[in-house]
């Protein structure tokens, strides 16, 4: 389903699971295509984009091994929703690390149609350890480069990461018949957990209706396991070291403890909250201020909100003094009947 608006959208609805590309041109009389799942790509394999410009360097690559294969990821017109399909691909932050992402490439192709120059976008990244769920952060109206379906997109302001498997998804957001199908050319080596992909309306007949392993939904017959992207950026600094996190249940509510081996340009911490799969809400009214740097220090938040019965699960977000946010720590706890 979109929502109809084209490049002098300011701000576009949020859609789970996507750097969803939007597409615009003048509308033409020519029948509708019909849509296809992708197989043998009909563009050559694309060379990765140049380095970007310092100080940003390149995260995470997947440019390698290109299979001569794609897949659809899709939004299309109205009378076709029940096609509109979506592909992602998962990403690790190393341990330690912190990142922040000012960039994505991204390796596709148009069938059917010419590439259009209009176009908005907006990115969206998932964090979890298995398939791509509660989204961590999106970016509607980045500027981008590219021509014939590929994409170089640029992100501002910059989406910082703390270590973790993140998931990002590429749905291109046009009409079938005035610009043609997208597709995500794909990789022939799997890193990480590889490539997912699901078709909510059925249209495609696959069954396939949720996330699923491309190389397991058995209609696509696929066996190439990743999609073809780049991640651009730089490495956070470390401004603190999180050496215990933990949270308990007490009879006025649940205690969250932290601490810390040393801070850096640390303005204060955040708690988090989250009941079951849903959403992430901050607990604290006021930021929990940061302690003198240079030796460990112990911190506490009663969480008086939580209610009893339930269970939770706590995430501390690192503010610093340049204003960069990021994830420390999670625990869980059930609050008291």
């Known amino acids: 389903m979109h929502s109809g608006r ?66 659809t990821s899709q939004d299309f017109e109205v009378a076709l929703d029940g096609f509109d399909s979506f592909a992602a691909d998962d990403f690790v932050v190393p341990s330690g690390q912190s990142w922040s992402i000012t960039g994505v490439d991204v390796d596709g192709g148009v069938h059917h149609r010419w590439w259009s120059r209009c176009l908005g976008q907006r990115l969206l990244l998932h964090e979890r350890r298995r398939q791509p769920p509660r989204r961590a952060a999106s970016r509607p109206g980045s500027s981008y480069t590219g021509t014939a379906g590929d994409f170089v ?16 998804s590429v749905q291109a957001r046009q009409d079938i018949t005035l610009h043609g199908q997208w597709f995500w050319h794909e990789r022939a080596v799997q890193s990480n957990q590889g490539s997912v992909w699901q078709n909510p309306g059925n249209g495609f007949g696959t069954g396939c209706m949720t996330w699923v392993r491309q190389t397991a939904c058995a209609a696509l017959i696929d066996l190439n396991p990743d999609q073809v992207f780049r991640l651009n950026g730089t490495v956070i600094p470390t401004a603190v070291r999180i050496t215990a996190f933990g949270a308990s249940s007490t009879a006025r509510g649940v205690r969250v403890r932290w601490t810390s081996a040393s801070t850096t340009d640390v303005l204060g911490f955040e708690v988090w909250r989250q009941r079951g799969a849903g959403p ?58």
Request: glycine letters at 6%.
């Open 6 to 71: 084209r490049c002098n959208a300011a701000v576009l609805p949020a859609i789970a699971l996507l750097l969803s590309l939007f597409l615009a041109q003048a509308a033409t009389s020519s029948p509708r295509p019909a849509p296809t799942l992708g197989g043998t790509a009909a563009a050559a394999r694309s060379s990765a984009p140049r380095a970007p410009a310092a100080p940003a360097v390149v995260l995470y690559d997947q440019y390698d091994t290109q299979a001569a294969s794609d897949i």
């Open 153 to 168: 997109v640029s992100l501002s302001p910059a989406v910082a990461l703390a270590a973790g498997t993140y998931w990002v």
């Open 280 to 337: 992430l809400r901050k607990a604290n009214a006021k930021l929990i201020a940061a302690k003198p740097s240079g030796h460990a220090s112990r911190y506490g938040f009663l969480d008086v909100n939580a209610v009893p019965g339930n269970l939770y699960r706590y995430r501390l977000q690192v503010v610093t003094l340049s204003g960069a946010r990021y994830w420390a720590g999670a625990a869980t706890a059930r609050a008291l009947r």
